[in-house]
């Protein structure tokens, strides 16, 4: 499986980014989409995911103002981030996980601005 993310850059507080990542290779069955995050000095934790049938699952510190879709036609998972804050400054992962298998996608760093 190979993933394909974009959509990071500089925002300034209180912006938004939509971030897109597109799956290739075997995907199949009951599998989760999802993004995960790494700060400066922090480690890598879940901001959100979906699986296959819909549920969904966020990080508390993003409820409310991220919003993850995906599009299984297009085995395309995004990310859309409302009133970014400069916690939110990182370098996001994408992640498909199935059969207890985690695949990683390349980073792409969000930079929130004061």
């Known amino acids: 499986v190979q993933l394909q993310a974009s959509g990071g850059g500089l925002v300034q507080a209180g912006g938004s980014l939509r971030l897109s990542c597109a799956a290739s290779?075997?995907?199949?069955?009951?599998?989760?989409l999802g993004w995960y995050r790494r700060a400066p000095g922090k480690q890598r934790e879940l901001v959100a995911h979906i699986y296959s049938y819909g549920l969904t699952n966020y990080a508390d510190s993003v409820k409310g103002r991220f919003t993850i879709s995906r599009d299984n036609a297009k085995n395309t998972v995004y990310l859309q981030m409302n009133s970014l804050q400069v916690e939110d400054t990182a370098v996001y992962y994408c992640?498909?996980?199935?059969?207890?298998?985690?695949?990683w996608g390349q980073g792409t760093l969000v930079t929130v601005s004061s």
């Open positions: 992640n498909y996980f199935h059969d207890s298998n985690n695949y």
């Open positions: 290779g075997r995907i199949f069955g009951v599998n989760a």
